[in-house]
């Protein structure tokens, strides 16, 4: 878990062609007005669909963030790095780290079931303070890390498997538990 209680939504980073672009509220929004709105998601088809899935108006989610990058290692190989940051969408459940922990369960699952990529998945909760809501609660980052494969192609495919198995957990997430109770009607943040 993250010390850090990051503001939501938060500014673009002083060099925001080089990183840090701000916050984007996409909730709602078509994978045409996402792809216009995020950079990143303009250059990585995987992340794009990622984004669109988590902000439908039908996802217990929403984003906060991502990135990838190729990574060229000195033996001449290559890895992609990237990252993906969601909150859940409702003022209580975002509180309850319970709620981050089974979307991880179901994930792990998942993976245990039909993944078989090279690949690191680090999944980090923080605290968030979402401004517009005057909510407190979580945000979580899912750090993916491929190994390294000898060439871009072989190891953007990894990630692009990588992120897909990561998009069907995540696109799942359409009601939640909270305090045992089922909720499907969310007091949502954005």
């Known amino acids: 878990m993250g010390h850090i209680i990051k503001p939501v939504p938060y500014p673009a980073g002083p060099?925001?062609?080089?990183?840090?672009?701000?916050?984007?509220?996409?909730?709602?929004?078509?994978?045409?007005?996402?792809?216009?709105?995020?950079?990143?998601?303009?250059?990585?088809?995987?992340?794009?669909?990622?984004?669109?899935?988590?902000?439908?108006a039908n996802s217990a989610l929403f984003s906060i963030g991502c990135g990838s990058a190729d990574v060229l290692e000195p033996s001449g190989g290559c890895r992609v790095w990237g990252y993906v940051e969601f909150a859940i969408n409702d003022k209580q459940a975002a509180l309850d780290r319970t709620a981050y922990f089974h979307i991880f369960v179901q994930f792990a699952a998942l993976l245990s079931a039909h993944f078989n990529q090279k690949v690191q998945f680090v999944w980090i909760l923080q605290g968030a303070r979402f401004k517009d809501a005057g909510v407190d609660g979580f945000s979580c980052w899912v750090d993916v890390n491929t190994h390294e494969h000898p060439n871009k192609e072989s190891a953007r495919?990894?990630?692009?498997?990588?992120?897909?198995?990561?998009?069907?957990?995540?696109?799942?997430?359409i009601y939640l538990k909270l305090n045992g109770a089922i909720i499907t009607n969310f007091d949502r943040i954005y």
């Not at 007005?33 to 899935?53: K, R, T």
């Not at 990894?158 to 799942?172: I, M, Q, V």
């Open 15 to 56: 060099h925001p062609d080089k990183g840090n672009r701000g916050f984007k509220p996409l909730k709602g929004k078509t994978l045409t007005e996402i792809i216009a709105a995020v950079p990143e998601a303009a250059q990585d088809e995987a992340l794009a669909s990622i984004l669109n899935d988590i902000n439908s």
């Open 157 to 173: 495919d990894c990630w692009n498997k990588s992120l897909e198995a990561l998009r069907a957990c995540l696109s799942g997430v």
